[in-house]
């Protein structure tokens, strides 16, 4: 692996310890609503900053599909209206049926 990518894999290890297992052990006091706000922003921040690696990587070779595909996730992920598993299907189906209908 280069070191851009080994790079990349630990910053994302890193967040996602950040968001998910250190709150685990550190205490916050926070309302319930702002708990609840959290709880749906961190997931999806995480999961767009994984697909924007995955878009950098691909962009290279197939810039169109990629930055289409990631604003399709992007979307979705902001707006909420599918969860994590069906939005990744969504944008891998669109990435991989551009780079066909271009190739």
């Known amino acids: 692996m ?12 890193c967040t996602s310890c950040l968001v998910r297992i250190l709150p685990a052990f550190v205490p916050l006091r926070i309302g319930p609503r702002q708990r609840r706000y959290l709880e749906r922003l961190l997931p999806a921040a995480v999961f767009v900053n994984f697909a924007v690696y995955l878009v950098y990587s691909e962009a290279l070779r197939e810039p169109v599909a ?14 909420d ?14 990435y991989f049926g551009l780079v066909r209908g271009l190739g």
């Open 66 to 79: 990629a930055l289409a595909s990631l604003a399709v996730v992007a979307g979705m992920a902001c707006f």
């Open 2 to 13: 280069s070191d851009p990518v080994q790079t990349a894999i630990a910053a994302l290890f």
């Open 81 to 94: 209206r599918l969860g994590v598993l069906a939005t990744a299907v969504l944008g891998t189906a669109i």
